[in-house]
């Protein structure tokens, strides 16, 4: 019971130290955030707390390279990536008012989501 106890508390912490986050971070991010509350946590517990709020729905993961991160935003979004500073910005879209930008080369395919990523410059690298 106390073991079940303390891994809830556990998803918990970790689920706090997301789910304001529009940073997208790693696991590695989410750690030393974590850490600050539960300074004995080890990254391994993090990661799989993390995996386990994506299988519950809670966090999206984004891939890029070879790199997790994770992302609160769970609803349908799409994200520019500044190429100067590795930043993730969401771009948010109303999907009914979103068209498909190409369309799926064979028939027989139905597109149910799509996501999109921009790459570029930000803002703040570009001034
Ligand atoms: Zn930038
Ligand atoms: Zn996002």
């Not at 609803?75 to 879209?93: A, E, G, K, L």
Request: glycine share 4%; proline share 4%.
């Amino acid at each position: 019971m106390a073991k079940a106890r303390r891994q809830t508390r556990q998803l918990e912490v970790v689920w706090d130290a997301i789910k304001d986050e529009t940073s997208h971070p790693t696991a590695d991010r989410v750690y030393e955030k974590v850490r600050e509350v539960v300074p004995k946590i080890s990254l391994g517990t993090v990661y799989r707390n993390l995996q386990k709020l994506v299988a519950e729905g809670r966090l999206q993961v984004l891939t890029l390279g070879r790199t997790q991160h994770f992302d609160p935003l769970v609803r349908s979004h799409h994200h520019f990536i500044c190429r100067s500073c590795q930043t993730v910005y969401d771009i948010s879209v109303d999907s009914k008012d979103y068209v498909l930008p190409f369309t799926v080369p064979e028939q027989g395919f139905t597109v149910n989501s799509h996501e999109l990523t921009l790459y570029g410059t930000c803002k703040n690298c570009s001034t």
